[in-house]
């Protein structure tokens, strides 16, 4: 291991990180977990159980919360930092979580463990890896045929003020101790209130030591552009197949249909979409994406809105997706943190529609008369919008 290595996992070792919990009382379930996500990880397949799972990079708890989660899997949790392993093996002890499996492995010596997985995630580690795309190519070898891999890279453009002052602490030579940490604090105290690192004085990760530490004296790390995320990705043999909010992604959740700057951002390729939207925000500080192997068949898992056959999907609502009706009619949907996306007539009624078992062609039927060419447009534009802002799975075939 090289001392640039040691140094990462020297921070870890004394400045436990994320903050530790005596127990996972209220621990909703993550972003990534595929008791939230199987449909769309698997379209083509009814919801998933008994999955084999790595966390790589696993932290003081994130394992252990997948693992209460999903009871029926097998959880494999791995950290190069032995005191963020004692703080999960507590909570393993705590909950008697006896499908949880925890090793102090590295990301590039994972197939020391000599499995392979269905579902590996890996939140915000790659990024502080010497070589990114040597750890992501350890991952990709672990993944089964059809297995998905859900990442978190840190962003390009919301961090720059991250990258600012930590250029300003190396100068000043500070170090991970006690004194520096405050003098970090002390020094975003005096900076401009229109200074690019003052958003972060805001942040859960400011309130303690190991977060301050991580955000403005990491040894090592690297932010990504969306152009740069495909680059990492398909350099390992995988493919982008979604994005954990994707509604970040595409115009929809921020721009009128009918307006000329939605259409010519619509108009762009898919990946130059996502490219447009990170512009467009210029603001977002994490990228959560879910990849899966560039020889995956396509077929089994990629939503394409200009094929027939999307009208012989199964649209499910996301378990947290809340619909309703207002004062006017529209039906309203709602998602903790996106916000609402409204839909009058007639295509509240094909969104009313929606009840896990209907395609989307009868949806469309069930909620109003057109002809055939009309549904399909129909379809197209109200279920389009709805994956988009992330409130709806498409399942290739009835979920069950």
Same mark, same amino acid.
């Given at each position: /291991?090289?001392?640039?290595?040691?140094?990462?996992?020297?921070?870890? #070792?004394?400045?436990?990180? +994320? %903050? +530790?919990?005596?127990? %996972?009382? $209220?621990?909703?379930?993550?972003?990534? =977990? +595929? $008791?939230?996500?199987? %449909?769309s990880y698997w379209p083509a397949r009814p919801q998933r159980t008994g999955l084999d799972i790595l966390v790589a990079g696993c932290g003081t708890r994130e394992a252990a919360v997948l693992a209460m989660h999903n009871p029926d899997s097998s959880i494999v949790g791995i950290d190069i930092s032995e005191a963020s392993l004692s703080h999960s093996r507590a909570l393993k002890d705590r909950h008697g979580l006896s499908n949880l499996t925890l090793r102090q492995v590295s990301i590039e010596d994972v197939a020391t463990l000599g499995k392979s997985f269905d579902f590996v995630t890996s939140y915000g580690v790659l990024h502080h890896l010497r070589d990114p795309l040597a750890g992501l190519k350890a991952l990709a070898a672990v993944l089964r045929e059809d297995g998905v891999m859900f990442l978190m890279l840190y962003a390009y453009y919301g961090r720059a003020g991250i990258y600012v002052m930590q250029e300003f602490f190396r100068l000043l030579g500070l170090a991970q101790s006690k004194e520096d940490v405050d003098l970090v604090r002390h020094t975003l105290g005096k900076v401009r209130n229109d200074h690019p690192a003052k958003r972060f004085a805001s942040t859960k990760d400011w309130q303690f030591d190991a977060g301050v530490v991580d955000l403005f004296l990491h040894p090592r790390d690297r932010p990504y552009t969306v152009a740069q995320c495909v680059e990492l990705i398909e350099s390992a043999a995988l493919t982008?197949? &979604?994005? $954990?909010?994707?509604?970040?992604?595409?115009?929809?959740?921020? %721009?009128?249909h009918d307006s000329e700057l939605y259409q010519r951002i619509d108009r762009l390729p898919e990946r130059q979409i996502w490219q447009a939207m990170e512009l467009f925000h210029g603001q977002l500080i994490k990228h959560h994406l879910y990849v899966c192997h560039a020889r995956r068949d396509p077929g089994s898992y990629k939503v394409s809105f200009d094929d027939p056959s999307l009208m012989d999907r199964v649209p499910v609502l996301l378990e947290d997706a809340r619909r309703s009706r207002d004062a006017s009619g529209r039906?309203? /949907? #709602?998602? +903790?943190?996106?916000?609402?996306?409204a839909f009058g007539e007639p295509?509240?009624?094909?969104? &009313?529609?929606? =009840? &896990? !078992? !209907?395609?989307?062609?009868?949806?469309?039927?069930? $909620?109003?008369?057109?002809s055939p060419g009309a549904e399909s447009a129909i379809g197209r534009s109200v279920f389009r919008q709805l994956w988009r802002v992330g409130f709806a799975h498409l399942a290739i075939r009835p979920a069950r």
């Open positions: /291991m090289t001392a640039e290595i040691d140094l990462v996992r020297a921070q870890y #070792e004394q400045w436990v990180f +994320p %903050l +530790p919990v005596e127990n %996972l009382a $209220g621990a909703g379930k993550q972003m990534s =977990d +595929p $008791g939230v996500m199987s %449909l982008i197949q &979604g994005w $954990g909010d994707q509604y970040y992604y595409y115009p929809d959740a921020y %721009l009128p039906v309203v /949907m #709602e998602r +903790p943190g996106i916000g609402t996306v295509h509240a009624s094909v969104v &009313g529609a929606i =009840d &896990g !078992r !209907r395609t989307i062609r009868e949806c469309v039927r069930s $909620g109003m008369n057109r």
